[in-house]
């Protein structure tokens, strides 16, 4: 089977960067995704790696490496609005016709 | 243009009642999916559809639970006999293709069984 371990629950200040990390275990590894959700919101989608190394987009950055089954979201001047459960998920060899999500990091930002 | 849309946005049901939830996909989207979402939990696979191959079922939690979709569009899942434990967001999302690394998330469906 598949799983994907997040840590729960992430505190940062405000114009601070933090990193979520997300470790894996799969049969026929695919490419990791990252998802934003606010409370009461559906998910967003964010980024995406299938090869090893950093993806940056704007703020938010995301870096894999398939060898170590291990990813991480790198968030960088952390605004208030960026309080939100973050999620990692993975799809598996063949594309993302069944994606696994892990259990969410929950990112709360303080003044 | 349209996202995803999800009806009802809220359902409250008597345990045992049966239940069905609507899924509009992004138009053009051949690639659908459904996810339960309990209370501060993650997101649980439930559904996939991909044009017009056999769906792939293997995350419906029991045989109570089914889903359609018919003309390779709108989306419909079922739940028979409902249950407590079956109380969370039922989430759909919509993708584009086979690279469904990128889905697009409907706002969901909570789903209060009493």
């Known amino acids: 089977g598949q799983s994907l371990e997040q840590p729960s629950e992430v505190t940062a200040v405000e114009g601070a960067i933090v990193q979520i990390n997300c470790t894996y275990q799969t049969s026929g590894f695919y490419g990791l995704s990252w998802y934003q959700q606010h409370d009461g919101g559906a998910p967003t989608f964010l980024s995406y790696?299938?090869?090893?190394g950093l993806e940056e987009t704007g703020r938010f950055s995301s870096f894999l490496s398939r060898s170590d089954s291990y990813g991480y979201l790198l968030l960088q001047e952390l605004q208030m609005k960026d309080s939100a459960s973050y999620f990692c998920?993975?799809?598996?060899?063949?594309?993302?016709?069944?994606?696994?999500f892990g259990t969410g990091t929950k990112l709360q930002v303080i003044p | 243009g349209a996202g995803v849309s999800q009806s009802p946005s809220n359902k409250v049901t008597e345990k045992g009642k049966d239940v069905e939830l609507r899924c509009d996909p992004i138009s053009g989207h051949t690639a659908l999916y459904w996810y339960r979402q309990s209370l501060g939990q993650g997101l649980e696979f439930l559904i996939y559809?991909?044009?017009?191959?056999?769906?792939?079922k293997s995350g419906l939690p029991s045989d109570r639970f089914s889903a359609e979709r018919t003309g390779g569009s709108v989306s419909t899942l079922t739940i028979q006999r409902t249950q407590q434990e079956d109380s969370a967001v039922y989430l759909c999302?919509?993708?584009?293709?086979?690279?469904?690394?990128?889905?697009?998330f409907g706002p969901g469906t909570r789903l209060t069984v009493t």
């Open positions: 790696n299938a090869l090893d």
């Open positions: 559809f991909q044009g017009n191959s056999a769906p792939d």
């Open positions: 998920a993975v799809g598996l060899s063949g594309g993302y016709q069944k994606v696994t």
């Open positions: 999302a919509s993708s584009p293709g086979r690279q469904n690394y990128e889905q697009y």
